[in-house]
Structure formats: C-alpha cells, structure tokens
C-alpha cells in the first residue's frame, strides 16, 4: 500500500521541496541574480537623493559629498575586469555570494557612518563588491541556460534593469523625507542576508579548468584606465573640463586604456580577453549597446532635472513620472519576447533604439508648461523603445561565447555597460552646464524658460546618440543568433 504523502508542514515535504529547486539552476541561478542585480542597480540611484541630507548632516560641502558617489563608482571600475579571472579561479558561486554578502555588510556600515570619512570608505567598499557581483553574477547567468533559452534570461533581466534606476529616486525620496538617509542603505541588508543564504544552501559551484596566471599588468591597466576615465567623466561636467584633475586623470585614464589594448591583444592568458570583440556578433551587439545606453541613461537622468527645475514639480511627483519608464519596459518585453524568434535581433535593437531616438526628439518640444500626462506619455513610449534593445540584445549577444569564455565576456560587457552610463550622464550634463554657466555656478534659481534651450539641446544630442546605436544594430546578423531564436529552428 502506497505511503501517503507528507504534509506541507512535514520535513520529508520540505526536503522533497529542496531537493526540486536544488535541481532546477535555471531558477536558483536567476532568482539569486535577479535579487542581487537590483539592489545593486538601485543603490546606485538612490543614493543621488539623499546627498542634499547627507551634506547638512555631515556640514560639508556639495562638492565634498559628491565623493560618495564618485567613490563608488571608481571602485567598482578597477574590479570590474578582474571579476571574469577571479571567477572561474576561485568559483563562481563564493566569488558572487563573498561579494554580495560585502555589499550588504558595506550597505549597513554606510548607514552607521558617524563622518563623510566613514561614508566614503564604506561607498568604496561597497562599490567595490557591486564591481564583482554583476559580472561573475552574468555569467552564472549565462552558463546556467542554454542558447535556446536566452530569450528567458533577457526577460529575467528585463525587470532589475529596468525596475531599479526608475524606481531609485521614488523611493530614495520617500526614505529621506519619511525617515532619514541612513535607510537607503539599510533596505539592502535584508534583501542581501536572504539572497545570501538562498545561494549558500542552493548554488551550485563552477570553477573553469586549467591554471591560468593573473595578468598583473592588465590588472594595473585597467584599474588606472577605466577609474580614471570614470572620474574624469563623472567630474568633468561638475567642475570643467579644463580643471587640472579632470585633465590629469582624463589624460592619464584614456592613455592607460589604449596601453591596456596593446597590452592584452598581445598577451597568452589576458585579464580581459579583448579579442573576443572580434566575433561579429559579440562586438556588434556590444557597440550598439554602448549608443543606446548611453542615450537612455542620459535620458533618465535629463528627466527628473527637467521636471524639478523647468517644470517647478515636486520631488514625488518627478519620481512618478519617471517610474512610468519601467512600466513602458515591462509591457513592452512581452510583445518583443514573442517577436524575437520570428523577427530576430537586428531589426528589434534597431527599431528599440531608433524608437529612444524618437522619443528623445519629440522631447525636444518640451516646455516650461507642458501636460504632465503628455510628458509621462513620452517617458512610457522611451521605455518601450528600451525594451526592444534590452530584451534581444541580452538573448543574442553571448550566442557565440563559449562557456570558457563567458566569464571574459560578462567582464567586457558590464564594463562596456558601466561606461556607457557615465559617458551619457557626462555628456547631458556637459551641454547643460555649458549652455547655463549660472546653474553649474549653484546660483539663485533660474526660471524654466532660462533652462529649456539647454534641454532641448540635450535631448537632441540624446536622439543622436540613439540613432548611433540604431544604425550599428543594422549591422547585427540575425543567422549569427539562429541558437537562441528557438521558434524559428523549430
């Protein structure tokens, strides 16, 4: 006679439970990235609300707590390329969970900071552990599903890419006004502690075979190339691109870069294997990406300037507005899910980047009195452009790496993503403090008539930038993604 079936509360039901999701890596490996992805996406929006109290608090200048950001960031940028070796050295599975669990502990010290000293050296730390979290997390990613289920991964990405910048600012404001600015920082702790311990008890190891050496001198390379460059980037707009740090470091960053190009093109065993720019379709999808991230993310962070200083709204009405991006992004991936294997990536990333473009250039007509309903028409038509790009490029782009090589790539794609993003930001903020000297000198306020040329200039540098990016996507070659596009090999 058969054996009933243990109860829900029963340990037998719970170990059958456990050994199901131990089983099924697709869902530990995603639903543990997922988690760690969007706070780390989030912290690194959220913070930009809060640095007004952090300044009062603290008694310190603008410009002295603008380290808390550019801390971060140029953390984060020296880890970034190592991320891939370490990797596949160590294991992928204690080098995402050692990191993750940094970043939280990082998070709650950040909170506890008694000093703007503590605040950046905790930023630092924490912007360090982001650095290794996203790459090593990609390429867990990446080798836990098969090509013909990467549609499924850029719908899994879909959601932390998009949800997490949007909804920074919405809910910074909200923690800052309600409670403090010590809780954009504690939030993380215990979303970090459960991801931790789910990865600890489900992930499964993966470390590459072979002994390869660390490449010290690419290592040095990219660290200097890239924070340098982020920092000029991130500090050029506020301070002039004539300061002598921002030149210095400017110089310095860009040359580094290009040594770091000759340097590992010629290398046996390189930290960032730069030849797999090579393959037509990792390079192509990478420099597209490059275009249109850069134009979406200069125009998230045009929006909410925008609204506040040429429209006169509110901080939560501005952080609504700017949500209904994500909302665009959501509705807009189900629709491409379903194309993607009919149409292909290249005419998808084509159309998602020329439709940014559009928006970014019917954005241009903006003015000091426009219908909040139409402007969040247009930020909601933005984010379904960006879905069109999000969604296929992230399906097709490792089509052609193999799994020796994903830990190198998921390293070149998320530093290609994380400068993107700067390069953008710099950009946008450049043409406004150039076109109104008196808003980058923190003077009285300007009227929004005084602001909007300056947008509106912005805005169109913007579309250009997407029609950059709409065009290389032209050059993608869907038969390179025939692996992924499922449907269509059936």
Same mark, same amino acid.
């Given at each position: 006679?058969?054996?009933?079936?243990?109860?829900?509360?029963?340990?037998?039901?719970?170990?059958?439970?456990?050994?199901?999701?131990?089983?099924?890596?697709?869902?530990?490996?995603?639903?543990?990235?997922?988690?760690?992805?969007?706070?780390?996406?989030?912290?690194?929006?959220?913070?930009?609300?809060?640095?007004?109290?952090?300044?009062?608090?603290?008694?310190?200048?603008?410009?002295?707590?603008?380290?808390?950001?550019?801390?971060?960031?140029?953390?984060?940028?020296?880890?970034?390329?190592?991320?891939?070796?370490?990797?596949?050295?160590?294991?992928?599975?204690?080098?995402?969970?050692?990191?993750?669990?940094?970043?939280?502990?990082?998070?709650?010290?950040?909170?506890?900071?008694?000093?703007?000293?503590?605040?950046?050296?905790?930023?630092?730390?924490? #912007?360090?552990?982001?650095?290794?979290?996203?790459?090593?997390?990609?390429?867990?990613?990446?080798?836990?599903?098969?090509?013909?289920?990467?549609?499924?991964?850029?719908?899994?990405?879909?959601?932390?890419?998009?949800?997490?910048?949007?909804?920074?600012?919405?809910?910074?404001?909200?923690?800052?006004?309600?409670?403090?600015?010590?809780?954009?920082?504690?939030?993380?702790?215990?979303?970090?502690?459960?991801?931790?311990?789910?990865?600890?008890?489900?992930?499964?190891?993966?470390?590459?075979?072979?002994?390869?050496?660390?490449?010290?001198?690419?290592?040095?390379?990219?660290?200097?190339?890239?924070?340098?460059?982020?920092?000029?980037?991130?500090?050029?707009?506020?301070?002039?691109?004539?300061?002598?740090?921002?030149?210095?470091?400017? #110089?310095?960053?860009?040359?580094?870069?290009?040594?770091?190009?000759?340097?590992?093109?010629?290398?046996?065993?390189?930290?960032?294997?730069?030849?797999?720019?090579?393959?037509?379709?990792?390079?192509?999808?990478?420099?597209?990406?490059?275009?249109?991230?850069?134009?979406?993310?200069?125009? /998230?962070?045009?929006?909410?300037?925008?609204?506040?200083?040429?429209?006169?709204?509110?901080?939560?009405?501005?952080? /609504?507005?700017?949500?209904?991006?994500?909302?665009?992004?959501?509705?807009?991936?189900?629709?491409?899910?379903?194309?993607?294997?009919?149409?292909?990536?290249?005419? /998808?990333?084509?159309?998602?980047?020329?439709?940014?473009?559009?928006?970014?250039?019917?954005?241009?007509?903006?003015?000091?009195?426009?219908?909040?309903?139409?402007?969040?028409?247009?930020?909601?038509?933005?984010?379904?452009?960006?879905?069109?790009?999000?969604?296929?490029?992230?399906?097709?782009?490792?089509?052609?790496?193999?799994?020796?090589?994903?830990?190198?790539?998921?390293?070149?794609?998320?530093?290609?993503?994380?400068?993107?993003?700067?390069? #953008?930001?710099?950009?946008?903020?450049?043409? /406004?403090?150039?076109?109104?000297?008196?808003?980058?000198?923190?003077?009285?306020?300007?009227?929004?008539?005084?602001?909007?040329?300056?947008?509106?200039?912005?805005?169109?540098?913007?579309?250009?930038?997407?029609?950059?990016?709409?065009?290389?996507?032209?050059?993608?070659?869907?038969?390179?993604?025939?692996?992924?596009?499922?449907?269509?090999?059936?």
């Amino acid at each position: 006679m058969p054996s009933p079936s243990p109860a829900p509360g029963n340990p037998r039901g719970l170990s059958a439970l456990a050994a199901r999701i131990d089983a099924n890596q697709e869902l530990v490996v995603g639903a543990t990235y997922v988690v760690a992805l969007f706070v780390t996406i989030l912290d690194s929006t959220i913070v930009n609300v809060a640095l007004p109290a952090m300044a009062a608090e603290f008694r310190v200048s603008p410009a002295s707590i603008g380290w808390v950001v550019v801390g971060y960031l140029v953390s984060m940028a020296v880890w970034i390329p190592a991320s891939g070796w370490i990797g596949d050295r160590v294991g992928t599975k204690r080098i995402f969970l050692l990191a993750l669990g940094l970043f939280t502990v990082a998070s709650m010290l950040c909170g506890l900071s008694g000093s703007l000293e503590q605040l950046i050296l905790f930023r630092a730390l924490q #912007g360090g552990a982001a650095g290794m979290v996203s790459p090593v997390g990609t390429a867990m990613l990446f080798r836990a599903f098969p090509p013909e289920r990467r549609a499924k991964i850029a719908g899994i990405l879909i959601v932390p890419t998009s949800l997490a910048p949007a909804l920074g600012p919405l809910l910074g404001g909200i923690l800052v006004d309600r409670l403090s600015w010590h809780w954009i920082f504690w939030i993380n702790a215990p979303i970090g502690v459960v991801a931790v311990l789910f990865g600890i008890r489900f992930l499964h190891e993966h470390r590459e075979p072979g002994d390869r050496r660390f490449d010290i001198p690419g290592f040095i390379l990219s660290a200097a190339g890239l924070s340098l460059t982020l920092y000029a980037l991130t500090e050029g707009s506020r301070h002039g691109w004539g300061s002598p740090a921002v030149l210095a470091s400017g #110089g310095i960053g860009l040359a580094s870069l290009v040594a770091l190009v000759f340097v590992e093109l010629r290398t046996a065993e390189p930290l960032l294997n730069l030849r797999l720019l090579g393959e037509r379709l990792f390079g192509t999808t990478n420099l597209a990406s490059f275009w249109s991230w850069s134009a979406y993310l200069g125009w /998230l962070f045009l929006l909410p300037l925008y609204l506040q200083q040429v429209r006169q709204v509110g901080p939560a009405e501005s952080g /609504l507005t700017t949500f209904v991006e994500a909302v665009g992004v959501l509705a807009a991936s189900r629709v491409v899910g379903r194309l993607y294997p009919i149409v292909g990536p290249r005419r /998808l990333v084509a159309a998602g980047s020329a439709w940014i473009g559009l928006a970014l250039l019917v954005a241009t007509q903006l003015s000091d009195t426009t219908d909040t309903g139409l402007t969040r028409l247009l930020v909601f038509m933005s984010g379904w452009g960006m879905a069109g790009v999000l969604l296929p490029m992230n399906t097709s782009m490792f089509a052609r790496i193999s799994k020796a090589d994903t830990g190198h790539a998921s390293a070149i794609f998320n530093t290609q993503r994380r400068s993107a993003a700067a390069f #953008g930001v710099a950009a946008m903020a450049t043409i /406004l403090t150039s076109l109104t000297p008196a808003l980058a000198a923190g003077d009285a306020p300007l009227a929004g008539a005084v602001l909007l040329p300056a947008f509106r200039v912005a805005f169109l540098v913007g579309a250009g930038f997407a029609a950059i990016g709409a065009v290389i996507a032209l050059r993608i070659h869907d038969a390179d993604a025939a692996a992924t596009m499922h449907r269509r090999q059936a």
